[in-house]
């Protein structure tokens, strides 16, 4: 039987694990134009935030950069959404072994989740899923899943608990 503390944080990051859910299904369900107007706007500020001179370059180099950078913002996007879902989902699931069956339920959920956000961005004008995008999406749910495994471990050193089996 799970204690209270453990109660709660799975009903906590189950909550969250939802509202991750819920965030890529609408960033997904936005069409090409509006999904492409709000990376472009995020593309233009990082580019502006990390490139020296970057305003003071003429307009057809800024658009260059632009473009190049824009593929990179969007896949950054898709690992990083994925990182968090893969992170809130296996805090939900709580301690276990790195390689046991629950840890791999929480990477295959995940790997579900990105299959379902593909084909779902099928149904959306101007969109189109693709499989590369699973493999990163899947990518960051691992990172998360990792990132989780371990600060869990050292909350359980900080705190005295032992560790229970998977």
Do not use: W
């Amino acid at each position: 039987m799970k204690s209270k503390a453990g109660l709660c944080r799975t009903v906590v990051f189950g909550i969250l694990t939802i509202v991750c859910m819920v965030l890529i299904f609408m960033f997904s369900s936005d069409n090409a134009d509006k999904s492409s107007e709000k990376s472009g706007e995020v593309t233009k500020a990082v580019v502006e935030a990390t490139v020296p001179d970057y305003e003071e370059m003429p307009a057809e180099k800024q658009e260059s950069i632009l473009d190049k950078a824009e593929h990179i913002v969007r896949k950054c996007a898709h690992f990083s959404i994925f990182m968090a879902l893969g992170f809130c989902a296996s805090c939900t699931v709580g301690r276990r072994k790195i390689f046991g069956i629950r840890t791999l339920a929480v990477v295959g959920f995940c790997f579900l989740y990105a299959c379902s956000d593909e084909i779902h961005q099928t149904f959306i004008p101007g969109r189109a899923g693709m499989f590369t995008d699973v493999l990163i999406d899947t990518s960051g749910a691992v990172i998360g899943t990792i990132i989780s495994l371990v600060m869990l471990a050292v909350f359980a050193l900080v705190t005295g608990k032992k560790k229970t089996a998977d």
